[in-house]
């Protein structure tokens, strides 16, 4: 048998009354996947107030660059001097330049109006490896590097920067960052993006500026996605965005990096273009509506149930060679556990916000006290079992009862709900299981199967779900990370219990 088939919410708006003014001086994407397009949503998506100055013009998709034209120099100086000759500016980041003479305008600009905070991503090579930046520049643009605050480079590129092989592994990509923190006298961030492995971490190097080369690692997973176009951008501006906030690298990165890693995660659901497709910068704003959570949290229920078909205990209810000290062990647990969890949709009926759902919660408590304990009296009451209460048992109960205790309706119900869903499927698998093997007549379970066929806990378990996501649809951001924290732990708490008998019975 098996199962058919929210992310972290990260502070991202600036905590001060200001909003952090940021311009970015970089190159056009048509497609909106990288260079302005790109760091004008990422400073959005961090709270910032996005401004941009263009060095040029590409055609190019997910799929390359085909063309670049850069504008002349005058019209960027005026772009330039008309954004600073009105607007303060707290940060500026620095992505594609082009050619020598915009690399000149931008670092006479620099040494004009001294921002107060500076991050030169080196644009050199485009994700799809088309070259972004004409070789007789990059003279110049390794003489821009000691006017940023922050150097960005993938691993190419800074082995570009310092003439040298590309580093192929994590302690040889350290040192060239080292080298090149010393050379500038700034910090550079080394960034893993381009090394092998399941790991993907980051690096900040010398983050006082003052080459005392102190070396702050932030540790993240690989994310296995095709679509990273404009990742670095994306990442420059951001961490731009959050230092004017934060005035500390660290704290800057340790913010920047968890959203840029849901960015990935969450890049598939924008399906943009036919190769490597963009980042979904605003991944934590989305708009949810009816049926988007419930979907959500059956993903994170779908490994539990597979985990759960896999379990000898239901292997043996299915088949009947279940031994029945096993069963019985279960059914006492059940027993148990159905007591507290009368209490905990009590709870959830006293917090419901409406009367239908009021009304619904309150004659489920009562049924699991009535209907189902009967059940359970009348299978135990010619056989032994303990009445001791389980660990799996206790810690299941011990986790509804403290988010029974949060205060959160829509919480609450995320760890309700798999009590109600994750059974509801497993026994429909055991009863269709049960029917297509011809209902035996021998089969020591038949009548506990038979139950498993009922409509109205079915229609039940889908008012759960829809009440469910309907408090999810009226919660915060935050309180819906942690409703998936609660369902996904309730999960694992039904895969144990299942499992339980072969442990303790």
Not at 113 to 142: H, I, N
Not at 307 to 332: C, H, K, M, T, V
Not at 377 to 396: D, F, M, Q
Request: contains cysteine.
């Amino acid at each position: 048998m098996t199962a058919s088939s929210f992310s972290p919410v990260y502070p991202l708006v600036a905590s001060s009354t200001q909003t952090p003014r940021v311009l970015s001086i970089a190159g056009s994407d048509p497609s909106g996947g990288a260079g302005i397009q790109a760091d004008v949503k990422s400073i959005a998506a961090h709270g910032g107030y996005a401004m941009a100055a263009i060095t040029a013009l590409t055609a190019q998709n997910t799929l390359g660059v085909s063309a670049v034209h850069v504008p002349p120099v005058e019209f960027l100086r005026q772009q330039l001097e008309a954004i600073s000759s009105d607007i303060t500016i707290d940060a500026v980041k620095i992505g594609m330049l082009g050619d020598a003479a915009v690399i000149d305008e931008v670092r006479r600009w620099l040494e004009a109006v001294r921002p107060a905070v500076v991050v030169l991503d080196p644009v050199m090579v485009a994700t799809s490896g088309d070259r972004l930046l004409q070789g007789s520049a990059e003279k110049a643009l390794r003489s821009l590097l000691p006017l940023a605050d922050l150097i960005t480079p993938n691993l190419p590129e800074l082995a570009m920067l310092l003439g040298e092989a590309e580093a192929d592994d994590w302690a040889s990509a350290l040192d060239q960052g080292k080298r090149l923190a010393a050379d500038c006298g700034n910090t550079v961030l080394v960034k893993g993006g381009h090394l092998a492995g399941s790991e993907c971490p980051d690096a900040l190097v010398n983050t006082s500026g003052l080459l005392r080369q102190d070396v702050v690692e932030v540790a993240g997973p690989r994310v296995d996605t095709k679509n990273s176009h404009g990742t670095g951008c994306s990442l420059s501006s951001a961490l731009a965005t959050v230092q004017a906030r934060t005035g500390d690298w660290e704290a800057s990165l340790r913010e920047v990096k968890p959203w840029l890693l849901q960015a990935l995660k969450a890049s598939d659901a924008l399906d943009v273009g036919q190769g490597s497709g963009p980042v979904n910068h605003f991944h934590h704003q989305q708009v949810l509506r009816p049926g988007n959570f419930a979907s959500e949290l059956w993903k994170e229920a779908t490994p539990e149930l597979d985990a759960i078909y896999r379990l000898s205990f239901i292997e043996g209810l299915q088949s009947g060679s279940l031994p029945e000290p096993a069963f019985n062990y279960y059914l006492a647990q059940d027993a148990i556990y159905l007591n507290g969890y009368s209490r905990v949709l009590a709870r959830a009926g006293a917090l419901a916000p409406t009367e239908e759902e009021q009304l619904f919660w309150a004659k489920a408590s009562q049924q699991c006290l009535e209907v189902e304990s009967e059940l359970h009296r009348n299978w135990l009451s010619t056989r032994e079992a303990s009445t001791v209460t389980g660990p799996v048992t206790k810690s299941y109960v011990d986790h509804l009862m403290a988010a029974s205790a949060s205060g959160s309706y829509g919480v609450l119900l995320a760890a309700v709900l798999p009590c109600y869903w994750l059974y509801a499927e497993v026994g429909q698998q055991l009863h269709t299981a049960y029917v297509d093997a011809g209902a035996p007549s021998g089969h020591p379970y038949a009548d506990w199967l038979k139950t498993y066929a009922d409509e109205d806990f079915a229609a039940a378990t889908r008012n759960a779900i829809n009440f469910t996501d309907a408090a999810a649809l009226a919660a915060s951001a935050g309180e819906r990370a942690v409703m998936v924290e609660a369902f996904r732990d309730s999960c694992r708490y039904e895969t144990a219990f299942f499992d339980a008998p072969r442990l303790f019975a």
